[in-house]
């Protein structure tokens, strides 16, 4: 069986990362059971870097870079792709989300995604002016299978406190989507706290991101308008795992955030 292509490297940094780690390999006359002897992982992991189905990390280019002699290549190019937008982060932060057993959201604009009902979910896509509404409304519904599956993943959310009371989609949609919260809320696999405005400044209030955990570590996803950021950098992760928590310490117990919610959906009538 021939091996997939390399992917275009003029999409992006990424995609030039991984021809560049095929070309230099082949150039070496290198198999890919050597580089996964080199980088200490699976074959089949060297496929998927080589793929651009998975990111080489700072350990692994620097390890490229002193073994064959690159002139720290590798380390410049992943330096690189991090400080540019991909358009296949969200992608790639989807897939990632499906396979994490631990994932910490933070939401400081509208219910998160994998919680929204469709009604709510319809509502912020038109307010968002998109084009193929209906597909991107199927493939968010898509995404929430995760919560249902044999093995779902531990969901912890932390809610500013105003999305709750923005009337999207107007006040028979809010108010639903309110009442889904608290039926999710009840789930042992699903904690929902909310951050009270009253608490004023706080590291949230500049963005909202989610840590997905998978296998291999953590991995962060900040969100912004347009398309977000993947970071798959263990360094600049701990960052937002400190940042999440420091927010966490100003949200409510779940309990009373349950109360809360239950509160603003009868303020919807």
Same mark, same amino acid.
């Given at each position: 069986?021939?091996?997939?292509?390399?992917?275009?490297?003029?999409?992006?940094?990424?995609?030039?990362?991984?021809?560049?780690?095929?070309?230099?390999?082949?150039?070496?006359?290198?198999?890919?059971?050597?580089?996964?002897?080199?980088? !200490?992982?699976?074959?089949?992991?060297?496929?998927?870097?080589?793929?651009? *189905?998975?990111?080489?990390?700072?350990?692994?280019?620097?390890?490229?870079?002193?073994? %064959?002699?690159?002139?720290?290549?590798?380390?410049?190019?992943?330096?690189?792709?991090?400080?540019?937008?991909?358009?296949? %982060?969200?992608?790639?932060?989807?897939?990632?989300?499906?396979?994490?057993?631990?994932?910490?959201?933070?939401?400081?604009?509208?219910?998160?995604?994998?919680?929204? !009902?469709?009604?709510?979910?319809?509502?912020?896509?038109?307010?968002?002016?998109?084009?193929?509404?209906?597909?991107?409304?199927?493939?968010?519904?898509?995404?929430?299978?995760?919560?249902?599956?044999?093995?779902?993943?531990?969901?912890?959310?932390?809610?500013?406190?105003?999305?709750?009371?923005?009337?999207?989609?107007?006040?028979?949609?809010?108010?639903?989507?309110?009442?889904?919260?608290?039926?999710?809320?009840?789930?042992?696999?699903?904690?929902?706290?909310?951050?009270?405005?009253?608490?004023?400044?706080?590291?949230?209030?500049?963005?909202?991101?989610?840590? =997905?955990?998978?296998?291999?570590?953590?991995?962060?996803?900040?969100?912004?308008?347009?398309?977000?950021?993947?970071?798959?950098?263990?360094?600049?992760?701990?960052?937002?795992?400190?940042?999440?928590?420091?927010?966490? *310490?100003?949200?409510?117990?779940?309990?009373?955030?349950?109360?809360?919610?239950?509160?603003?959906?009868?303020? =919807?009538?």
């Amino acid at each position: 069986m021939l091996p997939k292509p390399s992917p275009d490297p003029k999409a992006s940094m990424w995609n030039w990362i991984a021809y560049a780690l095929r070309f230099y390999r082949m150039q070496r006359g290198l198999s890919g059971q050597d580089v996964a002897k080199l980088l !200490t992982m699976a074959r089949s992991s060297v496929s998927r870097l080589e793929n651009g *189905q998975a990111q080489l990390d700072d350990h692994d280019a620097l390890k490229l870079d002193n073994e %064959w002699n690159t002139g720290g290549l590798f380390t410049l190019l992943l330096w690189y792709a991090r400080l540019g937008h991909d358009p296949d %982060w969200f992608k790639q932060h989807v897939d990632i989300e499906a396979r994490a057993s631990v994932i910490r959201v933070w939401e400081n604009a509208w219910i998160p995604g994998l919680l929204q !009902t469709e009604a709510y979910a319809r509502a912020t896509l038109r307010a968002g002016g998109v084009r193929d509404l209906e597909g991107l409304l199927a493939a968010r519904l898509a995404r929430q299978k995760i919560l249902t599956s044999e093995n779902p993943p531990i969901l912890w959310i932390l809610l500013r406190e105003p999305v709750l009371q923005v009337p999207v989609g107007g006040n028979a949609v809010m108010r639903g989507q309110l009442a889904h919260l608290l039926d999710l809320s009840e789930s042992a696999d699903i904690a929902i706290r909310v951050v009270p405005t009253a608490v004023g400044a706080h590291p949230g209030l500049d963005g909202a991101f989610k840590i =997905m955990t998978t296998e291999t570590g953590d991995v962060a996803y900040a969100d912004s308008p347009g398309g977000g950021r993947l970071v798959p950098s263990a360094s600049e992760v701990q960052l937002y795992v400190v940042r999440y928590d420091r927010i966490g *310490q100003q949200a409510m117990p779940e309990i009373p955030s349950r109360n809360r919610i239950a509160q603003a959906m009868e303020a =919807m009538e």
